[in-house]
């Protein structure tokens, strides 16, 4: 058998392997539920919820859109992983009036929807209208966030918010120091 046959020779059965396998893990079980919606918050507007449904209800809410890739393993696998985190860690379909929500700022860091999730689904960009809009619902709806005074885009990059000292008012005391007349 000459050495360009056995070359040949073991990269088919390599692919053959990688095939077999390929096939064998597609029988792993994965969990894709979608459990009932138990509660909901209670939206200040329609539009809130829609626009909160189309950025973050994949991976924050009961009633995630599966799509066709999930159903091919090993990614099937991450996406399962990722939604059940995302639903540990704030679910909308299972909502507790007492729940700590921390919506506003993951929206307003940029953090939410992360990027890997929009390369995939694309109608879950906001525009910068759409994202202002969503942020003044949860507002409304929640309450405001531990950053109340932020605009999208103006906090540094430690997520803080930044401060102006041209606001602050001081006054002299008798000894030249600067104090605030707080």
């Avoid at 919606?37 to 449904?53: C, G, H, N, Y």
Wanted: charged residues 30%; hydrophobic residues 35%; aromatic residues 6%.
């Amino acid at each position: 058998m000459n050495v360009k046959k056995l070359i040949a020779l073991v990269v088919g059965l390599g692919a053959i392997m990688v095939g077999v396998g390929f096939l064998i893990i597609q029988l792993a079980p994965v969990d894709k539920s979608n459990p009932p919606v138990v509660s909901e918050p209670q939206w200040d507007s329609p539009q809130t919820r829609a626009l909160a449904d189309r950025a973050c209800f994949d991976c924050h809410s009961n009633e995630t859109r599966w799509p066709w890739y999930s159903n091919v393993a090993p990614v099937s696998w991450m996406i399962a992983s990722e939604v059940r985190e995302g639903r540990e860690h704030l679910n909308y379909s299972n909502w507790r009036p007492d729940e700590e929500n921390e919506s506003i700022e993951a929206v307003l860091s940029g953090e939410m929807p992360p990027r890997q999730y929009l390369l995939m689904h694309p109608e879950a960009r906001l525009t910068e209208a759409e994202q202002a809009t969503l942020i003044a619902g949860l507002r409304r709806t929640f309450g405001p966030g531990e950053n109340e005074g932020d605009e999208i885009g103006e906090s540094d990059d430690d997520g803080q918010n930044q401060h102006n000292n041209d606001d602050d008012r001081h006054e002299d005391d008798d000894d030249g120091r600067k104090v605030d007349d707080d």
